[in-house]
T-cell receptor, first 113, second 113 residues
Framework: DTAVSQTPKYLVTQMGNDKSIKCEQN?????MYWYKQDSKKFLKIMFS???????INETVPNRFSPKSPDKAHLNLHINSLELGDSAVYFC????????????FGPGTRLLVL | SQELEQSPQSLIVQEGKNLTINCTSS?????LYWYKQKYGEGLIFLMM?????EEKSHEKITAKLDEKKQQSSLHITASQPSHAGIYLC?????????????FGKGTKLSVIP
């Protein structure tokens, strides 16, 4: 069984569109994350979220918003897509308390044309 | 500036050879994670180190964290084609317990049969 899954795997869209990427984890973890891996292969945290707290990386534009319908899901909504949003987006989850090993999804490759 | 430096950026080795990948920071690493990334498979957790001087091994892979907790190395013994991929080090450099990881750029490993 896949521990952390993301859909879709690939997403090609036009500038200005609004899109969502879904993430689901079946590990029973309390905390979930979104990371962005840009063309230079840097992997940067965008959000971390648990039942209590949403932590936002201040460099993330407010066009990006995480939505958590329940503990097992953290979806990423992106409004008014821009060319620079093209990247691979990774979802991850972790259990509370040390060690906070994060388990990653397979990634969603987004291409904005 | 990059907060986690990985070296080398890429590595090509003959099957059966040993190799080492380094991860260095100017800041204290409160938790150091090694991941392997294969295309389409997301990030696979390898090992996590927390204490200065700690060393962990799994199969043919050994990871160490130096006493100062600013440098980690990943050593692969008798490399195999299955070891090929991109190795990423990620770390909590804030110490705030937010579990948000900062990642290096990755080291691309190719193993020639």
């Amino acid at each position: 069984d896949t521990a952390v899954s993301q859909t879709p795997k690939y997403l090609v869209t036009q500038m200005g569109n609004d899109k969502s990427i879904k993430c689901e984890q079946n590990l029973g973890h309390d905390t979930m994350y979104w990371y962005k891996q840009d063309s230079k292969k840097f992997l940067k945290i965008m959000f971390s979220y648990n039942n209590k707290e949403l932590i936002i990386n201040e460099t993330v534009p407010n066009r990006f918003s995480p939505k958590s319908p329940d503990k097992a899901h953290l979806n990423l909504h992106i409004n008014s897509l821009e060319l620079g949003d093209s990247a691979v987006y990774f979802c991850a989850s972790s259990q509370p308390g040390p060690p906070e090993t994060q388990y990653f999804g397979p990634g969603t490759r987004l291409l904005v044309l | 500036s990059q907060e986690l430096e990985q070296s080398p950026q890429s590595l090509i080795v003959q099957e059966g050879k040993n190799l080492t990948i380094n991860c260095t920071s100017s800041k204290t690493l409160y938790g150091l994670y090694w991941y392997k990334q294969k295309y389409g498979e997301g990030l696979i957790f390898l090992m996590m180190l927390q204490k200065g001087g700690e060393e962990k091994s799994h199969e043919k892979i050994t990871a160490k964290l130096d006493e100062k907790k600013q440098q980690s190395s990943l050593h692969i013994t008798a490399s195999q084609p299955s070891h090929a991929g991109i190795y990423l080090c990620g770390a909590d450099i804030t110490g705030a317990g937010s579990y948000q990881l900062t990642f290096g750029k990755g080291t691309k490993l190719s193993v020639i049969p």
